[in-house]
């Protein structure tokens, strides 16, 4: 293998200027995820009179201490509650990610109770099914915290309704492939959303504080005119002593923690010695200046190698096919000993890069190597002379390669991410097993002035035809693509929408490769006692 040398000067003015530019936009992340937090908190006299810790004060005692947990969908649902990014918290409604209880790596889904007590907020729905998609794929057992109101009657949509229903059947899935549910019903579980207690494995309750029923006493009234209060419908005593609904009777919130972590360590799950990790080396140049490798204009170049020489064990890179479509860079390293495939993009995708990557990509499957994407393109390369070369058909084979893959495929936008490139390059739509985005990234079909420029020529020649070419209307038609394009194409946007799980700060890439690269590892290693069913209540 070949050390990469560092080419970086920190003292440049584009890496000043870009470090400055990546630093705002980590400020910029930090600040909106830190808002669902701070509008959370301001219910805290409330939660204190009722005896309740907050949501992520269940969280952190959840946790064992010391360890790490990767949030995901901290901007999910930004803009979208309400369009003036200043006033929206991001969230969901929900607190999601992986990390240690008892010893056990588990995905863990907590009601964000603090905001709207807990009410599903645009994107919470696909915030879940995306964390039971990881918890699936990953093999991980699934903790939820549960106090919510559920849907929103006052903005219901059918289709949420609809595909709602999506939650409860992964439940039941995530039980049958053998993945422990254990919930915590810390308040409310009505209606439909009963059943993320009920089609649970393991449930505890609190006494005085859980509730659990298909139709509250305002809905049980106005449906059948019978009057009965919360608890005597689904409180904690009722349906641990009569129901048989929960298994568990805690006294407060903490003590329901505590008998969670307490079941996690009794099901002794995954306790398998695992084998050592390779002795490694860090790299030998410093994660600080990936702040300033990027530029913040995507249409600038830049030396993705020079990122590589930051995440990889003592920046060694092998790389494969170096001067065959070299503007598509493949080859092997290793992040704390772990072997990982790499490809990614100096430039747009030619023929050869496209066939290279495909072949990379296959020979990585053949030795059970995990691949990472580190995107960076403009998409594929386009012209009379490529047509000829067959890009449409060594691009299509690249596309097969990486939807067939066999092995673990992590993908991080680390600059443009556009057209059939994003494809090619394991987009969110090719189901990556883990999608990560730096502050800086852009995705999009085209850039905005592509597209502008494509319909002004269009619309030029239809005026043309016409007899007469309004350039005002011309150039007014552009700036609107442009701004629009622009509008959709940041983080801020395809980051609120689950279009990645996480927006990182680039200096953690490393950090949050070797919590994948594990989280991929123990589970191809992982065998759970497949069922036909999910466990049942009695």
């Given at each position: 293998?070949?050390?990469?040398?560092?080419?970086?000067?920190?003292?440049?003015?584009?890496?000043v200027?870009?470090?400055?530019?990546?630093?705002?936009?980590?400020?910029?992340?930090?600040?909106?995820?830190?808002?669902?937090?701070?509008?959370?908190?301001?219910?805290?006299?409330?939660?204190?009179?009722?005896?309740q810790?907050?949501?992520?004060?269940?969280?952190?005692?959840?946790?064992?201490?010391?360890?790490?947990?990767?949030?995901?969908?901290?901007?999910?649902?930004?803009?979208?509650?309400?369009?003036?990014?200043?006033?929206?918290?991001?969230?969901?409604?929900?607190?999601?990610?992986?990390g240690?209880?008892?010893?056990?790596?588990?995905?863990?889904?907590?009601?964000?109770?603090?905001?709207?007590?807990?009410?599903?907020?645009?994107?919470?729905?696909?915030?879940?099914?995306?964390?039971?998609?990881?918890?699936?794929?990953?093999?991980?057992?699934?903790?939820?915290?549960?106090?919510?109101?559920g849907?929103?009657?006052?903005?219901?949509?059918?289709?949420?309704?609809?595909?709602?229903?999506?939650?409860?059947?992964?439940?039941?899935?995530?039980?049958?492939?053998?993945?422990?549910?254990?919930?915590?019903?810390?308040?409310?579980?009505?209606?439909?959303?009963?059943?993320?207690?009920?089609?649970?494995?393991?449930?505890?309750?609190?006494?005085?504080?859980?509730?659990?029923?298909?139709?509250?006493?305002?809905?049980?009234?106005?449906?059948?005119?019978?009057?009965?209060?919360?608890?005597?419908?689904?409180?904690?005593?009722?349906?641990?002593?009569?129901?048989?609904?929960?298994?568990?009777?805690?006294?407060?919130?903490?003590?329901?923690?505590?008998?969670?972590?307490?079941?996690?360590?009794?099901?002794?799950?995954?306790?398998?010695?695992?084998?050592?990790?390779?002795?490694?080396?860090?790299?030998?140049?410093?994660?600080?200046?990936?702040?300033?490798?990027?530029?913040?204009?995507?249409?600038?170049?830049?030396?993705?190698?020079?990122?590589?020489?930051?995440?990889?064990?003592?920046?060694?890179?092998?790389?494969?096919?170096?001067?065959?479509?070299?503007?598509?860079?493949?080859?092997?390293?290793?992040?704390?000993?772990?072997?990982?495939?790499?490809?990614?993009?100096?430039?747009?995708?030619?023929?050869?890069?496209?066939?290279?990557?495909?072949?990379?990509?296959?020979?990585?499957c053949?030795?059970?190597?995990?691949l990472?994407?580190?995107?960076?393109?403009?998409?594929f390369?386009?012209?009379?002379?490529?047509?000829?070369?067959?890009?449409?058909?060594?691009?299509?084979?690249?596309?097969?390669?990486?939807?067939?893959?066999?092995?673990?495929?992590?993908?991080?936008?680390?600059?443009?991410?556009?057209?059939?490139?994003?494809?090619?390059?394991?987009?969110?739509?090719?189901?990556?097993?883990?999608?990560?985005?730096?502050?800086?990234?852009?995705?999009?079909v085209?850039?905005?002035?592509?597209?502008?420029?494509?319909?002004?020529?269009?619309?030029?020649?239809?005026?043309?035809?016409?007899?007469?070419?309004?350039?005002?209307?011309?150039d007014?038609?552009?700036?609107?693509?442009?701004?629009?394009?622009?509008s959709?194409?940041?983080v801020?946007?395809?980051?609120?929408?689950?279009?990645?799980?996480?927006?990182?700060?680039?200096?953690?890439?490393?950090?949050?490769?070797?919590k994948?690269?594990?989280?991929?590892?123990?589970?191809?290693?992982?065998?759970?006692?497949?069922?036909?069913?999910?466990?049942?209540?009695p």
């Amino acid at each position: 293998m070949a050390i990469i040398e560092s080419t970086v000067s920190p003292d440049s003015d584009s890496f000043v200027a870009n470090r400055s530019g990546m630093l705002a936009l980590i400020e910029r992340v930090r600040a909106y995820a830190q808002r669902s937090i701070e509008a959370s908190a301001r219910s805290r006299e409330r939660f204190e009179k009722r005896g309740q810790l907050l949501p992520r004060e269940r969280l952190s005692l959840l946790l064992d201490p010391g360890t790490s947990f990767l949030e995901i969908g901290s901007l999910a649902g930004l803009g979208l509650d309400d369009p003036d990014l200043e006033k929206s918290v991001p969230g969901g409604g929900v607190i999601g990610g992986i990390g240690w209880v008892s010893g056990v790596r588990v995905m863990i889904n907590a009601s964000d109770s603090g905001i709207d007590a807990g009410a599903l907020q645009p994107m919470g729905i696909p915030k879940q099914l995306r964390m039971q998609e990881l918890a699936l794929e990953n093999k991980l057992p699934y903790v939820q915290l549960v106090e919510s109101a559920g849907a929103n009657l006052m903005t219901y949509k059918v289709e949420e309704f609809v595909t709602g229903g999506n939650l409860f059947r992964n439940i039941a899935r995530i039980s049958a492939a053998g993945l422990p549910v254990v919930t915590v019903t810390h308040g409310s579980s009505t209606a439909g959303g009963a059943y993320q207690t009920g089609l649970s494995d393991y449930i505890v309750m609190v006494r005085g504080r859980s509730r659990a029923f298909l139709a509250g006493p305002p809905l049980l009234q106005a449906a059948t005119g019978e009057i009965a209060t919360e608890e005597e419908l689904g409180g904690a005593l009722m349906h641990t002593s009569i129901s048989g609904l929960g298994d568990y009777l805690a006294e407060d919130d903490r003590d329901a923690i505590r008998i969670a972590r307490e079941i996690l360590a009794s099901i002794e799950w995954d306790r398998e010695p695992k084998a050592p990790a390779r002795g490694f080396k860090p790299p030998r140049h410093d994660a600080e200046e990936l702040l300033g490798i990027m530029p913040m204009d995507h249409k600038r170049p830049v030396d993705m190698k020079q990122v590589i020489a930051r995440i990889a064990d003592d920046s060694d890179f092998l790389e494969f096919g170096e001067n065959y479509g070299s503007a598509t860079v493949v080859g092997h390293i290793r992040i704390e000993g772990m072997p990982v495939g790499v490809i990614t993009n100096n430039g747009p995708i030619d023929p050869a890069g496209a066939s290279k990557a495909t072949h990379f990509i296959q020979a990585c499957c053949q030795s059970n190597t995990p691949l990472l994407y580190l995107s960076n393109t403009t998409g594929f390369m386009v012209g009379k002379a490529y047509e000829e070369a067959g890009i449409v058909k060594h691009g299509s084979k690249m596309i097969q390669a990486v939807t067939n893959a066999t092995v673990p495929q992590i993908t991080i936008y680390c600059g443009a991410s556009f057209g059939a490139g994003n494809y090619g390059m394991c987009g969110r739509g090719f189901h990556p097993r883990f999608c990560l985005s730096w502050p800086n990234a852009k995705t999009a079909v085209m850039g905005g002035e592509q597209a502008a420029r494509t319909m002004a020529i269009v619309t030029e020649a239809a005026m043309k035809r016409k007899g007469e070419v309004d350039q005002a209307r011309l150039d007014a038609m552009q700036k609107r693509i442009i701004d629009h394009f622009d509008s959709q194409m940041s983080v801020f946007t395809t980051s609120a929408r689950m279009l990645d799980d996480a927006v990182i700060d680039p200096r953690d890439t490393r950090e949050v490769l070797v919590k994948v690269l594990s989280i991929c590892r123990d589970a191809e290693a992982r065998e759970p006692r497949k069922m036909q069913f999910s466990v049942a209540r009695p």
